[in-house]
Nanobody, 115 residues
């Protein structure tokens, strides 16, 4: 069994910052990549940022220059630093851990950007 748990969501004003954390635990052999996805009401779940075990990253165009993903391989943890938040960043943010056979999802954490 593998558990993926996110934390750090909340309510923030436009222009503010939040830092999300995600930790994977359990029967982990190797995690190839970890990523953050988000889903707004009535919309599909989309990739926000992803980082491989080697440190390669990719971002959605809408967050480039504002969000930064980082990873602690020893702790099976990934972080998402979100700066200059906009109203349209409001969504449930999900963490994903990619392993050899399958990937695992967290339960999600709500991020609300509102004045």
């Amino acid at each position: 069994q593998v558990q993926v748990v996110e934390s750090g969501g909340g309510l923030v004003q436009p222009g503010g910052s939040l830092r999300l954390s995600c930790a994977a635990s359990g029967s982990i052999i190797r995690i190839y990549a970890m990523g953050w996805y988000r889903q707004a009401p009535g919309k599909q779940r989309d990739l926000v940022a992803r980082i491989t075990s080697g440190g390669s990253t990719n971002y959605a165009d809408s967050v480039k220059g504002r969000f930064t993903i980082s990873r602690d391989n020893a702790k099976n943890t990934v972080y998402l630093q979100m700066n200059s938040l906009k109203l349209e960043d409001t969504a449930v943010y999900y963490c994903n851990a990619e392993m050899a056979i399958r990937s695992y999802w967290g339960q999600g954490t709500q991020v609300t950007v509102s004045s």
